[in-house]
């Protein structure tokens, strides 16, 4: 070691700039013009927790780079043991926060039903044809990957199977870390560090907790072939990249980027054959294969970049055609978080191996340049290859930096401490984890509960039927040959099952004016077999007569505790959570009665009111889908109604009255006018926070 004594200028100067930058990160935000007060407060946040995880590092590096005191040593046997419990935990945890997620409906047809039908007919020794994509043979990706997963849902046909195994195999991803690390630093306590920081990193668990998506299997794939090429294994690392092929499509643009590194960088030609090979069995996919499959060119399904061109070569030459629309494109704040929030976990090291992060140009690009917002957060499964080529880049970049401090009287191991330490405060401020800050953990874990209801409505449904079922509902129907996603197949189908608790989905998100007309055909055409904690079930036969009364749940009650607004009775209200962010959802529950009859569509608004009085924001539509009007409505007889808003991101923080305000509308315009004079009633207190 170097007999310099190391200085704790440098470090303390960067550690007073972040901790300053972040006290000042609502100055900082206030530079750039932001559409919504969401996205500024949001900005200003994970801006503070960026700055914070960074000073976190700052601060472990000092700590155990300034002395000279022996540090406790720890044998090779228990590092290796450290990170097997490590992915036990990782698997076991993540595992049970995919299954609440899908045991509380936030997983969808799109993507788990889709895979999970393409993995179960596999697994049925069936052509794999999905008819969530108009029945196109593998779908509208070339998945093969999911080959591998076919005899676990042979063992237990379920697609909780699949979520499970994703956790399982991104688990495993730390076997490789370990192995890539310690052979980079010639020790296991780098291993077990990388082993630690990979099962830590946001992104990763992002993609864990969103649905199951065949991408996620690009992970350990990739990261074996980078723990290889390091062990001077070259062609096992051109076989673990060549399999990449089998992911999807879009792979083998990374298995092409890793040939040119193996080529250029490791001075291995037999890199450029799978270069080779992989921009053939690109071109064929793209080209051949999977129009053929779909009978729609490729780019006119999956091009999310338009706005720079609409064939491969106008994309490719965008920087010279287009060049404001690229670089005003990648150059947007929300890009440029992005990429923040991809490095930052890893101390920024990842910065100091570029040639690494080349491998990672293909998709980076990709994210950066679509219009698509969930491609460019790291919220999603599009960092499912980056996270491999990140996790290389910074052992390769914490190890030119240990070199580096070393020089300079700081103890190497300085560097593992500041990427450790930075990994954990990621975790706590902006992973999906239920103990972090960030908005998706309050909306997936804390603000939502399971509905089992959904296990008991599927057993009633042969699974030789065909179900055509709302998206979130979906999902736990999907293997068997035929399921659609409402209102597709509505008509043909031997099930239909729709949500009429407020989640009023159409296709891949909920829309309840094109919904309400659907309900009522459903209700005119087909018999209800059962409606269970707001999960509606439709048979194939005559419609029930009893049908309306049993979605509303219409009861005799008695209305002693009512509180009347003006022609109705209010028994019973609940708006929760009373906590909300903007993006998020808020359920309003009522029990409503008639004080006398009539002859009219019972309408209801609501609004969120400041304590000055005026509405941040309001909705208006028909009480019970538009199903029972007045007529039908005995007086004294209670029904329910049920609504799910999102809270829009122009609202901006602060405490609001629920404000409700019923009326009878005779008119043509259903509900889309509140009359003047309409009673309000104040029925809840909202808490809106700033993200």
């Avoid at 591998?148 to 688990?171: C, K, N, W, Y």
């Avoid at 992973?431 to 599927?458: E, G, M």
């Avoid at 799910?644 to 008119?667: H, K, Q």
Wanted: proline fraction near 8%.
């Amino acid at each position: 070691m170097s007999s310099r004594q190391p200085s704790v200028l440098w470090p303390l100067l960067a550690l007073v700039a972040l901790l300053v930058a972040a006290l000042a990160t609502n100055a900082i935000v206030d530079w750039v013009p932001w559409p919504s007060p969401f996205k500024r407060h949001l900005a200003a946040t994970t801006l503070q927790f960026i700055l914070l995880a960074l000073a976190g590092g700052v601060l472990a590096a000092w700590w155990v780079g300034r002395g000279s005191r022996p540090i406790f040593k720890v044998s090779p046997h228990a590092m290796w043991l450290a990170v097997l419990v490590g992915i036990a935990a990782y698997a076991v945890g993540l595992s049970s926060l995919s299954l609440f997620r899908h045991q509380a409906l936030l997983t969808g047809i799109l993507d788990l039903g889709y895979y999970a039908q393409l993995a179960w007919e596999v697994s049925q020794l069936q052509i794999p044809r999905s008819s969530i994509w108009h029945d196109a043979v593998w779908g509208n990706h070339a998945t093969f990957i999911l080959a591998a997963a076919a005899p676990f849902l042979r063992l237990h046909p379920d697609p909780e199977t699949l979520l499970v195994m994703q956790s399982i195999v991104l688990g495993l991803g730390a076997v490789p870390a370990y192995c890539l690390g310690r052979r980079v630093w010639a020790k296991p306590s780098a291993g077990a560090v990388t082993a630690g920081v990979y099962l830590l990193y946001p992104p990763l668990q992002f993609a864990n907790l969103f649905d199951f998506h065949a991408d996620t299997f690009a992970t350990p794939i990739l990261l074996t072939a980078f723990a290889s090429i390091f062990a001077g294994k070259t062609g096992w690392a051109l076989v673990w990249a060549g399999l990449l092929m089998l992911v999807k499509e879009d792979m083998a643009l990374v298995s092409l980027t890793f040939g040119l590194y193996v080529a250029a960088v490791h001075r291995r030609p037999s890199g450029l054959g799978l270069a080779a090979a992989a921009v053939t069995v690109f071109a064929l996919l793209i080209w051949v294969v999977i129009p053929n499959w779909t009978q729609t060119p490729y780019f006119s399904v999956h091009n999310r970049w338009r706005h720079l061109g609409n064939t491969p070569w106008e994309l490719i030459a965008s920087p010279v055609l287009h060049p404001d629309v690229f670089f005003g494109t990648i150059l947007q704040p929300e890009h440029l978080g992005y990429l923040a929030m991809l490095v930052v976990p890893l101390a920024g090291l990842p910065l100091l191996a570029p040639e690494i992060l080349a491998v990672g140009l293909p998709p980076l690009v990709s994210n950066l340049l679509s219009n698509i917002e969930m491609q460019y957060t790291i919220r999603g499964h599009y960092t499912a290859a980056l996270t491999p080529i990140l996790i290389a880049a910074a052992v390769v970049g914490s190890r030119r930096a240990a070199t580096w401090a070393q020089e300079r009287g700081w103890r190497p191991s300085a560097v593992l401490a500041a990427m450790a330490a930075t990994s954990v405060i990621a975790s706590v401020t902006f992973s999906p984890l239920p103990w972090s800050q960030d908005p998706f953990a309050r909306k997936q874990f804390w603000d939502v509960n399971p509905r089992p209801a959904v296990v008991a409505i599927a057993a009633r449904i042969p699974s030789s039927a065909s179900v055509s079922a709302a998206n979130h509902v979906g999902a736990h129907l999907a293997l068997r040959n035929a399921i659609y996603p409402f209102p597709t197949g509505m008509d043909r189908a031997d099930y239909v099952i729709v949500d009429v608790s407020g989640l009023d989905y159409i296709g891949s998100s909920p829309d309840s004016e094109a919904f309400r007309p659907l309900l009522r055909r459903l209700v005119e055409t087909r018999p209800l077999v059962v409606v269970e904690d707001g999960l509606a079930l439709f048979g194939h036969g005559e419609p029930s007569a009893d049908t309306v009364a049993r979605l509303v749940n219409l009861r005799q009650a008695s209305p002693r505790d009512a509180t009347p607004v003006g022609q109705f009775l209010l028994v019973a209200r609940a708006v929760i959570p009373t906590q909300v962010a903007p993006r998020a959802m808020l359920r309003a529950r009522y029990s409503w009665a008639l004080r006398a009859s009539g002859h009219a569509m019972p309408c209801v608004a609501e609004a969120m009111v400041s304590g000055g009085g005026v509405p941040v924001w309001e909705s208006r539509r028909p009480m019970f889908h538009a199903l029972l009007p007045a007529e039908h409505w005995t007086p004294g007889m209670v029904a329910d109604d049920q609504a799910v808003f999102v809270v829009t991101e122009n609202v901006p923080p602060g405490r609001y009255a629920w404000v409700v305000s019923p009326w009878l509308d005779g008119g043509s315009g259903l509900c889309r006018v509140k009359p003047q004079g309409a009673a309000n009633l104040p029925v809840a207190e909202v808490h809106v926070r700033p993200w």
